[in-house]
């Protein structure tokens, strides 16, 4: 409660994007560095720590759409995204974390949405606290 009465304001929801630091590009060489793992760390270099989580993972069963990422926030739907380019789609993540932790439904918005998160998007799935 405020000191004017008023119910506190929500805490903001912190998003976290999953990133698949082992995902290959289809055109690469097998001995070639992981594009994945260089989309991870564009991420972290790139992501503020206080309005969203970077978390690196071995994969997220995306490997034959790769570079892949998931995009989530409590009580949000959680986004897949596959195809991404190495480094250049890290903003777009970002932007759309951004979106997502704003969503008042908890859906990422298609108004805004980086072009990218619109073409290449997999899945989606909802919450575990969705309503039936
Ligand atoms: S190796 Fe990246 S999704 Fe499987």
Not at 8 to 20: N, Q
Not at 57 to 78: F, M
Request: proline share 11%.
């Amino acid at each position: 409660m405020t000191s004017s009465g008023e119910p506190d304001a929500k805490p903001p929801r912190l998003p976290t994007v999953f990133v698949c630091t082992t995902c290959r590009r289809p055109e690469d060489p097998e001995d070639a560095p992981r594009a994945g793992a260089a989309l991870a760390a564009a991420l972290q270099e790139t992501a503020d720590p206080s309005v969203v989580t970077i978390r690196p993972v071995g994969c997220l069963a995306n490997c034959k759409r790769g570079p892949s990422a998931a995009l989530g926030c409590k009580g949000a739907w959680t986004y897949m995204f596959g195809g991404l380019a190495a480094v250049e789609d890290a903003t777009a993540l970002l932007e759309g974390a951004r979106l997502l932790a704003a969503s008042e439904d908890g859906l990422l918005p298609w108004r805004g949405r980086p072009e990218i998160l619109k073409r290449n998007m997999i899945c989606r799935f909802p919450p575990l606290e969705f309503p039936t």
